[in-house]
Structure formats: C-alpha cells, structure tokens
C-alpha cells in the first residue's frame, strides 16, 4: 500500500512538529512518500516563512535592506536543525541564498521556493528518507503551466522507490527556471505525486480534524463532517471552507484516490475522506456543509419579449468577456436575467460595464445590486429529497432574512441563495439550525420520518 503524506506549513512550524511527523510517519510504513510546505505560523501572531520571503523580494526589488528578514527566516531554520541534531549544512545554505537574494540574483518565485526547499531538506534527515528536489520533478511549461505528462514520466524516472520527501509548491521548466503553483500549492504538489506514483490514499496533515459543517467562527461547534465526495468538497471550497486548496481534488480525482484530511496535532482524530463514493448512509447527515462568501456584485437586466430574441445573453455576457470578469451566477426569468460576479472582479470597471450593456443590449432597465452576500448549503443527500428547499427557506424567512437570489446546480446537491453581506452570519445560523437536531445533523432517517409522518397526516385528513 502507498500513502502519500502531505503536511502543511502548521505542522513543519518548529522542531516540536517535526517530532510530531516523524511519530506519525514512524506509525505507518504505507507512509514513505512524504511532501511539505515550508515553515508557518508559531503561534497567532508569527509569520509563514512563505509571507517573509515573499517580502524579502518587495524589499530587494525596492532596493531596500531585508536584512532583518534574513535573519528571522535563518533562525527559523537554524533553531529547528539545533534542536534536533540534524547534520545537513543549514548555515553555509542559507547564508550562500541570503547572498545571491541580496544582489538581486534569483527571480521571485525562486526566491520564494526557498522555503519549501529548506523545510523539505530538514525533514528528510530526521524521517531517515532521501530528498527529492521538485524542481527535478515537476515539470511547467514556460508560461507557467502544468505539464502533467512530463511530470508523471519524470516521477517514475527519478522518484526514489522505497520513499523520499519533496518539497511542495514547486517545480521548474525544462531550462531549470523555477515556477510555483498557486499559494496552498503544496497540497497540488501532494495530488500530483499521489496520481504519479498510483498511490492508495493521500493523507492531506494540516492543524484541523478535517472539515466542518460550518465555519465554527459562525456556528458554534458545528458537526465535522466524515466522508465527502470530491464534488462536494469542491463547492464547499469554492464558497469558501479552506481546509484543502480546491484544485488539489483535480489530479487524485481522475485517478479515483480517496484523500484523508488528518491533525497532525491530534493524529488519531478520524479526520474526513474525500472520495467519489456517493451512495446513501441511513445514518448520514441531510447536508453536508453550509458555507458561503461575501462581495458579490449582481447586474440584473430586464428586456420585454426578451425570451424571444436569439442571443441576446450571449451579447451581454461578451461584454462581461471583454472586461475579463469571471461569471459566477446567472439566475433567469421569462424577460430578466441577473449576473452574479464577485465585487473585487468589477471594482474598476463596473459602470463601464454596465454603460456598454445599455448601449450594446438596449434592455429597458438595468439595476445592480451590491453588498451581496451567497451561502451554498451542499449535500449529496439533498438529492431528490422533498422539503430540503422549503426548509431552508422558512429558516431564513423566520429570521427576517430576505432572500436576493436562488440558484441550484443541475446535479441538486447544492442550493445557493443571495443576501445582504449584513445578514451573511445570521443566515448561515438559521440554515444550519434549520437542517440540526440539538447538537447533531438531521439524517436521512429524521426526514424519511417526517415524510412519512405528513403523509399519514394527509391521508386522515383525506379520510375525515
């Protein structure tokens, strides 16, 4: 069996967590294939080493002393090998990068890679494995795309079979220029390697026991969630729950490999899989998760006899193309339709769009509304399963919260509603209320009870 173990800025902060990998990994002998994010957070107030390096190449780009940010980051890397007893020459490393960092010798992405590159050097001592470096590896295109294919062979011919640990976040061109991949990539980097190398299961260890069915700084202690499919990790993502980066589900999905979000802190904490298993479990909660996302911008649009004049949509939506805005919803009637995009998108440019839909469009009006906040409650056992909408929507009724938009994807296992960005918290409150017994989920079971309840009740009335 092959696991593939990826651990996460929070779980390489410091020696301590170190000791911590090495207890888990030492726990499992599935486990040999290891990646790591560079050094985060300490404690509250600290910074990930990826945000100071990311300064250190404003600072060198303005010609201004980084110093002081060297230094910190060296520490941290000094401290841990210290502690730890490790051999690998940290000091000459980082003094030979502070240097060429200084002159202004290594472009920003290399600059940055640095710190998965020193944290992955460290462990691979400690947990006694080789270090395979992802710029050996992981293979980009020049324009900095992912080239899965290369990848893929370069993994098969230079990964190391009885286990290594790589750096995530990384890899380079064939010229040996470094490109990253988007920030949370190290969980990208652990996907990839999980779907090279045909592994069983990607482990994802972070500093959570997997996801939640609501933000806790919203709900108060809301249920974790057990298993997930890909699809509904990837909309509860989307909206916002950032346990796991949304494009690390692409990679391990095709390849149809569970992955298991664990606490490094907490290891034998059950965790969440993620699979593509979406049968029905009497015992599982009705919803999944409730999360959602504030700034939303829509554009409504309102043209008599619109429904009877081809391409009319399209016509607008190539002027949302024009302005490279990104279309996130477009609820519709028989002659209005809104689109819904997210406000930093059209901060700029909003009313220049808006003036060319009137004179491109012609429509009779045009009103937008701002300050819109969108909540997707996601379950794939809302499927077919009457009563889940009214139920939702008779939470937020009664809470006084007016509903702005509703939008359901085709495969019914999400419902998105719009409100005001002010009742965003109250609203996700009611829909987790709405969809909770005390302190636990509805299940399955609860709504086929009262299903079953109120067909008996309409059939005695029936009857009278």
């Known amino acids: 069996m092959i696991k593939i173990a990826k651990f996460g800025g929070s779980s390489v902060a ?58 910190d980051i060296g520490k941290r890397y ?7 007893g490790l051999n690998y020459p940290i000091h000459e490393e980082f003094v030979a990068f502070a240097e060429r960092a200084r002159a202004g010798e290594l472009t920003t992405e290399e600059l940055v890679s640095r710190g998965e590159y ?43 079979p009885g286990g290594f640990v790589m750096p995530g976040f990384y890899g380079a061109t064939r010229e040996g220029q470094i490109k990253l991949l988007d920030r949370g990539g190290g969980d990208i980097s652990g996907s990839i390697l999980a779907k090279c190398l045909d592994a069983d299961l990607y482990e994802n260890w972070t500093d959570v026991s997997g996801f939640l069915s609501a933000d ?20 509860l993502s989307y909206m916002g729950a950032s346990v796991l980066h949304e494009e690390a589900v692409f990679p391990v999905m095709e390849a149809g490999i569970p992955i ?8 034998l904490d059950p965790g969440t899989i993620i699979s593509d298993r979406e049968d029905f479990v009497s015992d599982e909660p009705i919803i999944t998760g409730v999360t959602g996302k504030r700034n939303f911008v829509a554009v409504h ?13 399209r016509r607008v939506l190539s002027i949302f193309e024009r302005y490279r805005v990104s279309i996130e919803h477009i609820p519709s009637g028989i002659d209005s339709f809104a689109v819904v995009v997210q406000g930093s998108d059209v901060k700029d440019s909003l009313w220049s769009i808006v003036a060319d839909i009137k004179t491109e469009a012609t429509p009779d009006s045009i009103k937008v509304v701002d ?10 056992n809302m499927i077919g399963r009457p009563g889940v909408s009214g139920s939702l929507f008779a939470a937020l009724g009664q809470e006084g919260i007016s509903i702005r938009m509703i939008a359901q994807g ?12 002010d009742d965003f918290e109250r609203a996700i409150r009611a829909i987790y209320r709405a969809f909770s017994d005390g302190d636990h989920l509805l299940e399955l079971s609860d709504l086929k009870r009262a299903e079953e309840e109120a067909r008996a009740e309409a059939a005695v009335l029936a009857n009278r």
Do not use: W
């Open 118 to 160: 020193f944290t992955a050097q460290l462990m691979a001592e400690y947990l006694g494995l080789p270090f395979l470096d992802a710029a050996d590896v992981v293979a980009f295109h020049h324009d900095g795309s992912l080239s899965m294919t290369r990848t893929h062979a370069l993994i098969q011919e230079r990964g190391i």
């Open 216 to 235: 806790p700084r919203i709900v108060e202690h809301p249920q974790p969630i057990g298993r997930i499919t890909y699809q509904e990790m990837r909309e």
């Open 78 to 84: 000094f401290d841990i090998a210290e502690e730890l």
């Open 410 to 421: 085709s495969d019914e296992i999400n419902i998105i509603v719009g409100v005001r960005d």
């Open 301 to 313: 649009i309102f043209k008599d006899h619109m429904s009877n004049e081809v391409g009319y949509l």
């Open 371 to 380: 300050n819109l906040a969108l909540i997707s409650t996601v379950g794939r």
């Open 260 to 267: 298991a979000v664990k606490n490094t802190n907490r290891p």
């Open 14 to 71: 410091d020696a301590k967590h170190f000791r911590q990998i090495k207890k888990i990994v030492d726990a499992d002998p599935s486990r040999r294939f290891v990646v790591v994010s560079a050094c985060g957070r300490r404690y509250k107030s600290d910074a990930k080493v990826t945000d100071l390096l990311y300064l250190v190449a404003a600072h060198v780009r303005y010609h201004v002393s980084c110093d002081d940010l060297l230094e």
